[in-house]
């Protein structure tokens, strides 16, 4: 490790995600740990006398609502006050009540820096073993509390690295589920701009000459304008996780025709073999969006298309879909947008693969495979 990610891990924070404030266990514990402490107090009549360690207990007490914020300080302030009592109170600790105190030493690793947990190492390394290498303590009751002390401290890692993964998780999730969003989004936006705008320039040619294809143009732009809408409304809904979004039944192979038909001046013609019920609902649902980022991408790219052809066959292993076109490319294929990597990414998602590319007599050719039940992250 150079110099520099050294001093990154030597400034590294706190633990994330950052601790709460306060929480019930809190007030719990400020109002069971009094309690515990006098009873006992009371009922032990094996020990000498232990109200001054009751009273030290329960003053040090109220520290711990700070544990989490200040870990370090509040170890030491216990740690601390124990020394010192120590010195003035003629009896030893004997409490089993005291330890609540490892509260504090499981709070050092759990929550604390870097910094706060090597400065706690070392305090309870002091607190645990100086006893008895000065000799006032046998070695055996230094190794005992050493032993209760790591382990204490190996369960704050424990949950801290638990939480921390937990967290990191979390995030690749709402990562994959922004991704897949997002390819949904531009996935039905492309296709249904795609058809307005064909629409709207076919529309504005034939206005003068004819009325009445403008007018069917228009309408055809009402309503892909409407179910552009519709879908977007139904992503903002999951977006802002709104308890019972209505959404639309998944789109699936069955859905594949009314696709080819759907706003656009080139025919597709669609040509589906095999058993349509084996697909899985995901699978299906993916192959639909391959399809239509396909055929959107004919309409804007395929310079004097006159027709398409979508092919579809279901093995026992695998869908597998075609859609080539008889056009020009009228630029080179787009490598600033995301129609493709959204095709190859819904396929990989799935456990499958899809190529686009040149066909060999001219036009544009996208192949994809698909298993019939997918491997879905």
Do not use: K
């Not at 995600?17 to 515990?36: E, H, N, Y």
């Not at 999730?173 to 997002?182: F, K, Y």
């Not at 892909?224 to 809904?237: F, H, T, Y």
């Not at 706003?263 to 699978?283: C, K, W």
């Amino acid at each position: 490790m150079d110099r520099r990610g050294v001093r990154s891990w030597w400034n590294a924070p706190a633990a994330d995600p950052r601790p709460p404030q306060r929480v019930w266990r809190d007030w719990a514990l400020l109002a069971i740990v009094p309690v515990l402490v006098a009873v006992e107090t009371l009922l032990r009549t094996d020990i000498p006398s232990q109200w001054p360690w009751a009273v030290l207990l329960v003053a040090v007490l109220p520290a711990t609502l700070w544990r989490r914020r200040y870990p370090t300080a509040v170890l030491t302030t216990a740690l601390g006050a124990g020394i010192v009592a120590g010195q003035l109170i003629s009896t030893d600790l004997a409490l089993v009540s005291a330890a609540y105190l490892l509260v504090l030493v499981y709070t050092v690793p759990r929550w604390g820096s870097v910094r706060s947990v090597l400065a706690g190492a070392v305090l309870l390394a002091i607190a645990v073993l100086a006893p008895s290498a000065v000799g006032a303590a046998p070695w055996v009751d230094a190794w005992g509390s050493a032993a209760v002390v790591l382990t204490t401290s190996t369960l704050g890692l424990a949950f801290r690295w638990r939480a921390s993964s937990r967290a990191r998780e979390l995030e690749r999730v709402r990562l994959l589920e922004g991704e897949r969003l997002a390819r949904d989004l531009h996935d039905t936006v492309a296709h249904h701009v795609s058809a307005i705008a064909i629409r709207a320039q076919a529309g504005r040619t034939a206005a003068a000459s004819d009325p009445a294809a403008a007018t069917d143009a228009l309408q055809v732009i009402e309503e892909e304008a409407s179910r552009a809408l519709d879908e977007m409304r139904s992503i903002v809904r999951i977006l802002r996780r709104e308890d019972e979004p209505e959404l639309a039944p998944l789109p699936g192979i069955a859905d594949l025709s009314t696709l080819a038909r759907s706003g656009t001046t080139v025919p597709v013609e669609v040509t589906i073999t095999g058993n349509e019920a084996a697909v899985s609902p995901h699978v299906g649902a993916a192959t639909y969006r391959i399809a239509q980022e396909a055929l959107t991408n004919i309409r804007r790219h395929a310079q004097g298309a006159t027709r398409a052809l979508l092919t579809l066959r279901i093995d026992a292993l695998a869908v597998h879909l075609e859609i080539s076109d008889d056009g020009r490319l009228t630029h080179d294929p787009p490598s600033r947008g995301y129609g493709i990597a959204g095709m190859t990414e819904r396929a990989a998602l799935l456990g499958g693969r899809c190529i686009a590319g040149p066909g060999q007599t001219g036009g544009w050719i996208v192949t994809a495979a698909l298993p019939l039940t997918g491997s879905p992250e």
